[in-house]
């Protein structure tokens, strides 16, 4: 089946059949497809191409049908990629955008800022989606340490039950991130958290920690959870 993108008709070339939506009944056999703005209508379209054939008094055959629905739904399936795939090209640039701004700002504990507000309706916006892009920017230390360190606080304070287990995942891995700052964020997150899932990897963390404050806070959020 190939696509004839100047003139937007789908053709069979096992049949040489044109699919074509017009019902005209002096064209037996030839039923089309009308060209669409969107995916969604053309495979809903071929759906009817049955229908415009029965009511011309054509012959169904099956073998276009088919062809023509595994025409249209191929072409929904790479349209729906392509968007996914705009899709995330657009949250990581908002998300870029924002960690950029955040440089620029002075953060205080226990204190909004421009860039926790603008964190928090990032993720209940996008939920995982926002949580696998902020991943990428702090596993792969694409952000400062100071803005990457707050974004792991405000994560633990966030609610959005989508997003809750991957936040979760993300602070627990955090631990073991080079920086010591976002070590402290991963602490302050994981204490805000309260879940008793992050005890091993507290424990873990522990047994590796080298700097004395890092050490005492993780054993004070160990043993929080532990109650």
């Not at 003139?7 to 074509?20: E, G, K, M, Q, R």
């Not at 892009?133 to 990457?148: D, G, M, R």
């Not at 304070?157 to 920086?179: G, H, M, Q, T, V």
């Not at 991963?186 to 805000?192: D, E, F, Q």
């Amino acid at each position: 089946m190939n696509y004839d993108s100047n003139t937007l008709t789908a053709y069979d070339n096992s049949t040489d059949i044109i699919i074509a939506t017009s019902s005209d009944s002096r064209k037996p056999a030839n039923t089309v497809i009308s060209s669409t703005k969107s995916v969604v209508n053309l495979t809903s379209k071929a759906k009817q191409v049955t229908f415009s054939q029965k009511a011309t008094g054509a012959t169904i055959d099956p073998k276009i049908e088919q062809n023509t629905l595994l025409y249209a739904k191929s072409l929904e399936n790479s349209t729906q990629h392509e968007l996914n795939n705009k899709c995330s090209e657009i949250i990581y640039s908002q998300l870029e955008t924002l960690f950029i701004a955040g440089k620029e700002e002075y953060f205080e504990d226990g204190f909004e800022s421009n860039f926790s507000r603008g964190l928090i309706s990032f993720v209940q916006k996008y939920g995982n989606d926002a949580i696998e892009a902020i991943t990428c920017f702090i596993v792969y230390e694409k952000v400062s340490s100071e803005v990457a360190s707050e974004a792991l606080r405000w994560l633990g304070e966030i609610n959005d039950p989508e997003s809750y287990k991957f936040r979760l995942w993300l602070l627990e891995r955090s631990l073991s991130c080079p920086s010591s700052r976002v070590r402290d964020g991963a602490i302050l997150g994981l204490s805000y958290l309260n879940d008793p899932h992050a005890i091993t990897y507290l424990e873990q963390a522990i047994e590796q920690e080298k700097i004395t404050e890092l050490y005492e806070d993780m054993k004070q959020v160990l043993a929080q959870l532990k109650r």
